[in-house]
């Protein structure tokens, strides 16, 4: 069993940065891959970032590209989602998640942090 709790979000004005962290608990934490997904108002759950168990694969989806970047810290159980260049768009809760499915991991998730980017 993984939990995830994330934080770091917040408001921002476009073209600033923001660094999401989401910790993990459980022992097994090193064998899953992780992830960030994302959800605006309205609009379905999307794939931000991927990075696999042994930080050796990494997958972002392509309006973030170039942008964010993820990255994870074994010792600490935590994986970071930086995100720089910030866009309204980028407005939406972003979820953590855990699990064995490369690129999309969906067995746990957190409860979600909230970023809005004003204009």
């Known amino acids: 069993q993984v939990q995830l709790v994330e934080s770091g979000g917040g408001l921002v004005q476009a073209g600033g940065s923001l660094r999401l962290s989401c910790a993990a608990s459980?022992?097994?934490?090193?064998?899953?891959?992780m992830g960030w997904f994302r959800q605006a108002p309205g609009k379905e759950r999307e794939f931000v970032a991927a990075i696999s168990w042994n930080v050796f694969s990494q997958s972002v989806a392509d309006p973030v590209k170039g942008r964010f970047a993820i990255s994870r810290d074994g010792a600490k159980n935590t994986v970071y989602l930086q995100m720089n260049s910030l866009k309204p768009e980028d407005t939406a809760v972003y979820y953590c998640?855990?699990?064995?499915?490369?690129?999309?991991?969906?067995?746990?998730w957190g409860q979600g942090t909230q970023v809005t980017v004003s204009s």
């Open positions: 459980g022992r097994t934490f090193s064998r899953y891959a």
């Open positions: 998640a855990a699990g064995m499915d490369w690129p999309r991991p969906h067995d746990y």
